[in-house]
């Protein structure tokens, strides 16, 4: 049986970066030292006002096929994660299918689901390469919450970048991916959560959990978030770990989503794991939603800071509430 691995991944960012000492020209109020201590952040790419999720994926998917040379009709899916279409229909995957000149008989789909994305995504992808309907399957994260975001909400304009990453799944003869386990809880909707622009009447929408302080269409609750993480996260790996018969000495690296420098400490010291083993990198990209991992895991790649052959624990948590992860082995360094 054929099994997915995580192949190569292009990463495009927007060509504007907002850093926080140009933040602080303009807010002179907020304290950015304190902001960036907290949140580990220290810039952000910004989509231009023209510029959509999509035109960053586009970008991210071209640069994967000059760099790797891959031949277009060898893709046989596109699976699109964002939070930021273009449309609420059609699906943005289908618009992305015809601009990157992929062939019709490709399959493609958009899934709405955030900061736990990518773990989802790789689920997919495999899923399809399993049961023969792909061999080449292209998992495209892309996200512009900047579009969400009031100018003067300090507390998320500080945190969210915009991206879009690139990640080619192919099939393999050895499992690479494995142990998954999920979970949702959607009574924390209101924890993070836009809650206009779809077919609700607003009147009926799901309240922000407390009060809405900025005018962003965004709201989030970043209290409420890290205390779900610190309890939800744990007992996830826990469990990951008790399924496959591992123990935390067997595991090389616990590759999170990148929310913020806090968030990913608290859970370090809950979990009691070193730094190096939990890599915070996220500096000068901010959050970037469903993008973090794919970000996180081609720059761990830059820096072959992956041991081959190591098994690694992927996670992604946030927004629905949704969380999901998995073990991992990079086989496709392999080949490199």
């Avoid at 054929?2 to 960012?13: D, E």
């Avoid at 924390?188 to 929408?205: C, F, H, K, Q, Y």
Wanted: overall charge negative.
């Amino acid at each position: 049986m054929p099994h997915a691995q995580i192949g190569p991944i292009s990463v495009h960012l927007p060509e504007h970066v907002e850093d926080n000492a140009t933040l602080k020209e303009q807010f002179p109020s907020w304290d950015l030292d304190l902001i960036s201590e907290k949140t580990g952040i220290h810039q952000r790419h910004i989509a231009k006002p023209d510029e959509t999720a999509a035109d960053l994926a586009v970008q991210a998917c071209e640069q994967l096929f000059e760099r790797e040379n891959l031949d277009r009709s060898s893709i046989d899916f596109v699976l699109l994660c964002t939070q930021t279409p273009d449309y609420p229909l059609p699906t943005t995957a289908c618009l992305l299918q015809d601009r990157l000149g992929l062939r019709t008989q490709c399959g493609a789909i958009d899934f709405n689901l955030g900061c736990s994305g990518f773990v989802y995504g790789t689920a997919m992808a495999d899923g399809l390469i399993r049961t023969g309907v792909a061999k080449k399957v292209l998992l495209v994260t892309a996200e512009t919450y900047s579009k969400y975001i009031d100018e003067n909400d300090r507390s998320l304009r500080t945190i969210f970048g915009d991206a879009a990453a690139a990640t080619l799944i192919t099939s393999a003869d050895q499992p690479s991916l494995w142990g998954y386990q999920f979970g949702s809880d959607g009574s924390g909707a209101d924890m993070l959560i836009v809650g206009n622009g779809g077919s609700r009447p607003a009147e009926d929408a799901i309240p922000p959990r407390h009060r809405k302080r900025w005018k962003s269409r965004l709201y989030m609750d970043g209290p409420s978030l890290i205390n779900f993480t610190v309890e939800a996260i744990p007992r996830l790996v826990d469990e990951i770990l008790t399924e496959n018969g591992l123990s935390d000495d067997e595991i090389g690296h616990y590759l999170f989503h990148q929310a913020t420098w806090k968030m990913l400490d608290q859970l370090r010291k809950r979990m009691e794991i070193s730094p190096e083993r939990l890599p915070v990198d996220l500096a000068d990209v901010g959050n970037t939603v469903s993008c973090t991992l794919p970000i996180l895991i081609d720059r761990m790649r830059q820096r072959d800071e992956l041991v081959r052959n190591a098994t690694n624990v992927l996670v992604g948590f946030g927004v629905g509430l949704s969380w999901g992860g998995c073990l991992w082995r990079d086989q496709y360094r392999d080949q490199s």
